[in-house]
């Protein structure tokens, strides 16, 4: 005659099948982020600017860019902006 299942039993089936539910459901999340990322491979470059007199300014510093271009583009906006009044910048890409 089989055994009955316990209470623990049927805990640790609906526990394992949830996490794996979950963990598919994460993975079809990201993989559609990751796709849909994919499409658009323009991105804008914006800089972000404090002043030692406390002003904050953002603008965008290149807009169209190219996945290939981009760390190239990275670059030119950080070492455009040193100067003796800028006490800290910053750049970054933003996907169009």
């Known amino acids: 005659m089989p055994n009955l299942a316990t209470w623990t039993d ?8 949830l996490f794996a539910t979950t963990l598919t459901a ?4 990201s993989a559609a982020g990751i796709s ?3 499409a658009s491979q323009l991105w ?3 800089v972000h600017i404090e ?3 406390g002003f904050v300014y ?6 169209g860019v190219g996945t290939s271009e981009l760390s190239s583009i990275l ?7 040193r100067n003796g009044s800028v006490v800290r910048h910053h750049c ?5």
């Open 75 to 81: 670059q030119a906006c950080g070492s455009s902006h």
């Open 36 to 38: 849909a990322a994919g």
């Open 10 to 17: 049927v805990k640790q089936v609906v526990l394992r099948g």
């Open 92 to 96: 970054y890409p933003v996907l169009e």
């Open 26 to 29: 994460l993975i079809g999340i």
């Open 58 to 63: 953002e603008h965008a510093f290149a807009v």
């Open 51 to 53: 002043y030692a007199d």
């Open 44 to 46: 804008s470059v914006v």
